[in-house]
């Protein structure tokens, strides 16, 4: 019996691969690495103890998912696997439809030829929009998403609710994450973006090791108490114990369920900062430009439902957030390419 993890070699998966492994459950990832590297994977079997069985394919591949599902007896799958950049998915729609769509199509196609029941999915609390409402809760409407990433995201919502509904006795489970940041305390696994990030706390931290210049806040006039965007940041490990509680609670409730995964608390920019600043002792070079097109003033959750009925509440604060990012960037200073 093994949990197949999609796209386990990344940000979010490899944090939650390690909580896996630790609580002694069999891991198979399927990851094409086009964004991480087979390092992450190594180094969650060093901090563990435990092996892990990875495949180096695509997720759109359907021979190679039979493969996997021939050789596994696959109870749960977890779906990380996806392109994640709002920017580039504006500048690459098809690319982004393709592997975000069709690859959650094929997998559930080959998901259900296999016979497996249980499936956790990676969404995003961008599947709400611009919403009037704030917390945003499951209730709250979705649509209006602004870019091909997000607009993927709820399209994979709707599919998942269809293919939920014609088969009864299929567990699905959408976790709609606010802004992960963090890494393992170890300092051995965490974020590592191609580029320059597009995400303010990578952004943080390598202007705070000298990588980069200048934090570009953008925009400094939003209707918020210092002017700055507003986000429910939320720690890695507190979004992979997350899915270790979606998948306890698998047997429990409907055939389609969403949860919001945040902390319930908004900080603005200039608060992210300043507790950085604070985490850290040093002080980050900024200043404030013009407004990111697609960028909302404010968002943070209401994740009640989470805790009433997967019995899961995020327990770090933004301090530990802050310590664990530095202590990543600073013992990995060009990732995992060292
Ligand atoms: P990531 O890029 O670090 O991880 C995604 C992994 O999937 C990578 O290892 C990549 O190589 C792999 N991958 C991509 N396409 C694949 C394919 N076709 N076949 C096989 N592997 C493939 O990203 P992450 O931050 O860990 O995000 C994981 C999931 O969570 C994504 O679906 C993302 O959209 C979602 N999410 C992320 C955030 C965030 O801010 N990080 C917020 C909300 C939702
Ligand atoms: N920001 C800056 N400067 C930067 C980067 C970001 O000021 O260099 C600001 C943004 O304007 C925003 C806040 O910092 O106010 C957070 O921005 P991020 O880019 O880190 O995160 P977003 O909230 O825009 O989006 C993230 C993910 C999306 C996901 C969404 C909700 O990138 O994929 O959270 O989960 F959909």
């Given at each position: 019996?093994a949990?197949?993890?999609?796209?386990?070699?990344?940000y979010?998966?490899?944090?939650?691969?390690?909580?896996?492994?630790?609580?002694?459950?069999?891991?198979?990832?399927?990851?094409?690495l086009?964004?991480?590297?087979?390092?992450?994977?190594?180094?969650?079997?060093a901090?563990?103890?435990?092996?892990?069985?990875l495949?180096?394919?695509?997720v759109?591949?359907?021979?190679?998912?039979?493969?996997?599902?021939?050789?596994?007896?696959?109870t749960?799958?977890i779906?990380?696997?996806?392109?994640?950049?709002v920017?580039?998915?504006?500048?690459?729609?098809?690319?982004?439809?393709?592997?975000?769509?069709?690859?959650?199509?094929i997998?559930?196609d080959?998901?259900?030829?296999?016979?497996?029941?249980?499936?956790?999915?990676?969404?995003?609390?961008?599947?709400?929009?611009?919403?009037?409402?704030?917390?945003?809760?499951?209730?709250?409407?979705?649509?209006?998403?602004?870019?091909?990433?997000?607009?993927s995201?709820?399209m994979?919502?709707q599919?998942l609710?269809?293919?939920?509904l014609?088969n009864?006795?299929?567990?699905?489970?959408?976790?709609?994450?606010?802004?992960?940041?963090?890494?393992?305390?170890?300092g051995?696994?965490?974020?590592?973006?191609?580029?320059?990030?597009?995400n303010?706390?990578?952004?943080?931290t390598?202007?705070?090791?000298?990588?980069?210049?200048?934090?570009?806040?953008?925009?400094?006039?939003?209707?918020t108490?210092?002017?700055?965007g507003?986000?429910?940041?939320?720690?890695v490990?507190?979004?992979a114990?997350?899915?270790?509680?979606?998948?306890?609670?698998?047997?429990?409730?409907?055939?389609?369920?969403?949860?919001?995964?945040?902390?319930?608390?908004?900080?603005?920019?200039?608060?992210l900062?300043?507790?950085?600043?604070?985490a850290s002792?040093?002080s980050?070079?900024?200043?404030?430009?013009?407004r990111r097109?697609?960028d909302?003033?404010?968002c943070?959750?209401?994740?009640?439902?989470a805790?009433?009925?997967l019995?899961?509440?995020a327990t770090?604060?933004?301090?530990?957030?802050?310590?664990?990012s530095w202590?990543?960037q600073q013992?990995?200073?060009n990732g995992?390419?060292?």
């Open positions: 019996m949990i197949l993890v999609t796209g386990g070699a990344g979010i998966g490899s944090h939650t691969v390690l909580a896996l492994l630790e609580r002694g459950d069999d891991v198979v990832v399927i990851d094409n086009s964004n991480s590297s087979r390092e992450s994977l190594s180094r969650v079997e901090l563990t103890g435990k092996t892990l069985t495949y180096v394919e695509d759109l591949n359907r021979d190679a998912l039979k493969t996997i599902f021939e050789q596994h007896k696959i749960d799958i779906h990380f696997a996806g392109l994640k950049s920017g580039e998915s504006v500048q690459k729609p098809i690319e982004y439809y393709e592997n975000n769509v069709n690859g959650s199509l997998l559930l080959e998901m259900l030829s296999a016979g497996v029941k249980n499936f956790i999915f990676s969404s995003s609390a961008t599947v709400y929009g611009n919403s009037e409402i704030i917390p945003l809760h499951e209730g709250c409407k979705v649509g209006g998403t602004t870019n091909p990433y997000g607009t995201k709820l994979i919502e599919i609710s269809d293919v939920a014609a009864p006795e299929l567990r699905i489970t959408c976790l709609r994450y606010f802004n992960p940041v963090g890494a393992h305390p170890s051995k696994i965490g974020e590592d973006p191609n580029g320059v990030p597009c303010l706390l990578p952004y943080i390598q202007v705070a090791i000298g990588k980069l210049t200048c934090l570009s806040i953008y925009g400094g006039d939003y209707p108490k210092d002017g700055t507003v986000r429910d940041y939320i720690h490990m507190d979004l114990s997350g899915h270790l509680a979606a998948l306890d609670h698998k047997d429990k409730g409907a055939s389609f369920k969403k949860f919001n995964l945040g902390t319930g608390v908004g900080y603005s920019v200039l608060d900062i300043a507790a950085f600043e604070n002792g040093i980050v070079n900024y200043k404030i430009v013009e097109p697609g909302i003033a404010e943070w959750s209401d994740s009640s439902l805790a009433q009925e019995g899961w509440k770090r604060k933004l301090d530990e957030m802050m310590r664990d202590n990543w013992k990995n200073p995992y390419l060292e």
